[in-house]
């Protein structure tokens, strides 16, 4: 089970730290992410991160967000800085299927199998 948790509202700039609580069998994935899925549009890859701590970003977010993850709490952590409007949605962790191997970090959505219920997130100028 994925728990996301730390969405909110805030202004423009200004940043939100997101956190995903696995459980111990989810967080046994080799790669974790989070996608997010603003209003009529759809859901999209923001970061992941695999077990060694490497970790991937969609071009939009790169050198705003952090991910990152806390093994001895089972937990994965989107940090996001300067925040813009446009970052409004609904953001989601997800899990790659357990054991699963990927040449490179997944940014596709099929490519998980584990989803939270999602926080939202919402931006205003």
């Known amino acids: 089970q994925l728990q996301a948790s730390g969405g909110g509202s805030v202004r423009t700039g200004e940043s939100l730290r997101l956190s995903c609580a696995a459980s111990?069998?989810?967080?046994?994935?080799?790669?974790m992410g989070w996608f997010r899925q603003a209003p009529g549009k759809q859901r999209e890859f923001v970061a992941a991160?695999?077990?060694?701590?490497?970790?991937r970003y969609a071009d939009s977010e790169k050198g705003r967000f952090t991910i990152s993850r806390d093994n001895a709490k089972n937990t994965v952590y989107l940090q996001m800085n300067s925040l813009k409007p446009e970052d409004t949605a609904v953001y989601y962790c997800?899990?790659?299927?357990?054991?699963?191997?990927?040449?490179?970090?997944?940014?596709?959505?099929?490519?998980?199998?584990?989803w939270g219920q999602g926080t939202q997130v919402t931006v205003s100028s």
């Open positions: 991160i695999r077990r060694n701590d490497n970790t």
């Open positions: 997800a899990a790659a299927p357990i054991g699963q191997i990927y040449a490179t970090i997944p940014i596709e959505e099929y490519q998980y199998n584990a």
């Open positions: 111990g069998l989810f967080f046994g994935s080799n790669f």
